[in-house]
C-alpha cells in the first residue's frame, strides 16, 4: 500500500508545474504559428538572378564627392539589408531648370556647389509577384531608396534596373 | 518531519526539464540581443577626425565653437573634442531674371568647419563612434555643448592608423 503511495507521488504535478507546462506549451504553439505561416509566406519562392540598378542622388553637395567607391557594399540606411555591390560613379553638374522672366523660355543652368550622383550596383535578386528583391527590399525604377556604402550615407532613387547575366 | 521537509524541495524531472526550458530562452534571448557579439567586441579604443560643416548660422551660435571644446550625445555622454574651427560668410542660392542661379554672400549668416576627434571602433562595413553609431559622411548628427545643442553636417572623416 505504501509502495503504492510513493509511486503515485513520484508522477504528480504541482500547481506551478501545470502553469509553467501550459506556459512552455503555449510558447510552442506561438513558434509553430511563426514558423508555418513564414514557410506558407514563403512558398514562391521566384527566381533568382542577377539585376544592375542606377541610383540617383539629384542635388550633392560638391564637397560630398568622392566618398563612395568602387567595390562598396550597398546597404539600406539601417545597415540591415545588404542591397549590391558599387560598380560604378558618376558626377555631373546638378542641372536647374526654371523660366526666364525676360524671355519667358524655359532655361537649363549648372546650380553652384551642387553635383548630381548616380551610383550603379549589382546585386543577386530574386523576382516575384512581378517585383526585384534583394535581401526582402523591393527594387523598381522611382523608388525612394535611403542607402549606406562604407562610410557614405544618401537618399536617391532607382532610375534604372535591368537584369543582367552572371 | 526532517524528512518530510527535505522531500518539499525535491526536484522532479519535469521541473528540470523546465527550467532547462527556462535558461534555454533566456539564452536566446540573450543571443536576439546581441549580447555574446558585445562582449567579445574589443573596446572601442581607435581615433578619428571627423570634417563638420554648419551652414547659415548666426553670430551667437558661431560663438559656441571654440577649438577644445567638449561636445556631448543626447544622453549626456562625452562626443568628441572640437579643433580647426573656420568661420566664413554663408552663401546665398537666388535665382536671376534670366532663369540662371547666382551663388551671393549673405550679410550676417555664417559657415562654420572643423574637425571633431572621436573614439571608436573599425567594423567591417565602416567606423563606429563609441563601438555603436555608424559615421557616414553626409549623415547629420544633433550633439551638446554646456549651453546649445547643434546639428552638424558630416563632410568627411579620418580614422587614425
Redesign the interface.
Same mark, same amino acid.
Not at chain 2, 527550467?19 to 573596446?43: D, M, N, S, T, Y
Given at each position: 500500500m505504501e509502495s503504492s503511495n510513493a509511486g503515485k507521488k513520484?508522477f504528480s504535478?504541482n500547481f506551478i @508545474?501545470v502553469i509553467?507546462?501550459l506556459i512552455?506549451l503555449c510558447?510552442a504553439a506561438l513558434l509553430a504559428y511563426i514558423f508555418m505561416s513564414g514557410g506558407m509566406k514563403n512558398e514562391d519562392s521566384g527566381v533568382e538572378c542577377q539585376i544592375e540598378y542606377k541610383i540617383q542622388i539629384k542635388t550633392?553637395?560638391e @564637397?560630398?564627392k568622392g566618398?563612395v567607391n568602387i567595390g562598396d557594399?550597398v546597404?539600406d540606411a539601417s545597415?540591415k539589408y545588404e542591397i549590391g555591390e558599387v560598380t560604378n560613379v558618376t558626377y555631373s553638374p546638378y542641372i536647374?531648370y !526654371?523660366? !526666364?522672366? @525676360?524671355?519667358m523660355q524655359?532655361?537649363a !543652368?549648372e546650380?553652384? @556647389?551642387y553635383v548630381t550622383m548616380v551610383v550603379t550596383a549589382k546585386a543577386d535578386a530574386v523576382f516575384k509577384d512581378n517585383t526585384y528583391y534583394v535581401d526582402d527590399c523591393k527594387i523598381y525604377i522611382g523608388a525612394g531608396v535611403d542607402f549606406?556604402t562604407? !562610410?557614405?550615407?544618401?537618399s536617391g532613387k532607382f532610375i534604372s534596373l535591368e537584369e543582367v547575366t552572371a | 518531519m526532517e524528512e518530510k521537509k527535505q522531500g518539499k524541495f525535491k526536484f522532479?524531472a *519535469?521541473?528540470v526539464l *523546465?527550467i532547462l526550458?527556462l535558461i534555454a530562452?533566456i539564452v536566446g534571448i540573450a543571443f536576439r540581443l546581441g549580447l555574446p557579439q558585445k562582449f567579445l567586441e574589443p573596446e572601442p579604443d581607435q581615433k578619428a577626425e571627423i570634417r563638420f560643416?554648419v551652414n547659415a548660422v548666426d553670430q551667437f551660435f558661431v560663438d559656441q565653437f571654440k577649438d577644445g571644446i567638449l561636445l556631448y550625445d543626447a544622453d549626456g555622454e562625452e562626443f568628441g573634442s572640437v579643433k580647426d574651427i573656420e568661420v566664413s560668410v554663408s552663401?546665398v542660392?537666388k535665382?536671376n531674371?534670366?532663369?540662371?542661379?547666382?551663388?551671393m554672400s549673405h550679410l550676417s549668416l555664417q559657415d562654420v568647419v572643423g574637425t571633431i576627434t572621436v573614439t571608436g571602433l573599425v567594423k567591417d562595413?565602416?567606423?563606429y563612434m563609441n563601438g555603436d553609431t555608424?559615421?557616414?559622411?553626409?549623415?547629420y548628427y544633433t550633439v551638446k555643448t554646456e549651453s546649445a545643442t547643434i546639428s552638424f553636417?558630416v563632410?568627411?572623416?579620418t580614422v587614425a592608423e
Amino acid at each position: 500500500m505504501e509502495s503504492s503511495n510513493a509511486g503515485k507521488k513520484k508522477f504528480s504535478l504541482n500547481f506551478i @508545474d501545470v502553469i509553467l507546462l501550459l506556459i512552455i506549451l503555449c510558447a510552442a504553439a506561438l513558434l509553430a504559428y511563426i514558423f508555418m505561416s513564414g514557410g506558407m509566406k514563403n512558398e514562391d519562392s521566384g527566381v533568382e538572378c542577377q539585376i544592375e540598378y542606377k541610383i540617383q542622388i539629384k542635388t550633392l553637395r560638391e @564637397d560630398l564627392k568622392g566618398n563612395v567607391n568602387i567595390g562598396d557594399t550597398v546597404k539600406d540606411a539601417s545597415g540591415k539589408y545588404e542591397i549590391g555591390e558599387v560598380t560604378n560613379v558618376t558626377y555631373s553638374p546638378y542641372i536647374f531648370y !526654371s523660366v !526666364s522672366r @525676360d524671355t519667358m523660355q524655359v532655361t537649363a !543652368s549648372e546650380y553652384p @556647389d551642387y553635383v548630381t550622383m548616380v551610383v550603379t550596383a549589382k546585386a543577386d535578386a530574386v523576382f516575384k509577384d512581378n517585383t526585384y528583391y534583394v535581401d526582402d527590399c523591393k527594387i523598381y525604377i522611382g523608388a525612394g531608396v535611403d542607402f549606406r556604402t562604407y !562610410s557614405f550615407t544618401g537618399s536617391g532613387k532607382f532610375i534604372s534596373l535591368e537584369e543582367v547575366t552572371a | 518531519m526532517e524528512e518530510k521537509k527535505q522531500g518539499k524541495f525535491k526536484f522532479n524531472a *519535469i521541473d528540470v526539464l *523546465i527550467i532547462l526550458a527556462l535558461i534555454a530562452c533566456i539564452v536566446g534571448i540573450a543571443f536576439r540581443l546581441g549580447l555574446p557579439q558585445k562582449f567579445l567586441e574589443p573596446e572601442p579604443d581607435q581615433k578619428a577626425e571627423i570634417r563638420f560643416s554648419v551652414n547659415a548660422v548666426d553670430q551667437f551660435f558661431v560663438d559656441q565653437f571654440k577649438d577644445g571644446i567638449l561636445l556631448y550625445d543626447a544622453d549626456g555622454e562625452e562626443f568628441g573634442s572640437v579643433k580647426d574651427i573656420e568661420v566664413s560668410v554663408s552663401n546665398v542660392y537666388k535665382e536671376n531674371d534670366h532663369g540662371v542661379v547666382e551663388k551671393m554672400s549673405h550679410l550676417s549668416l555664417q559657415d562654420v568647419v572643423g574637425t571633431i576627434t572621436v573614439t571608436g571602433l573599425v567594423k567591417d562595413d565602416g567606423f563606429y563612434m563609441n563601438g555603436d553609431t555608424w559615421l557616414g559622411v553626409g549623415q547629420y548628427y544633433t550633439v551638446k555643448t554646456e549651453s546649445a545643442t547643434i546639428s552638424f553636417l558630416v563632410t568627411g572623416y579620418t580614422v587614425a592608423e
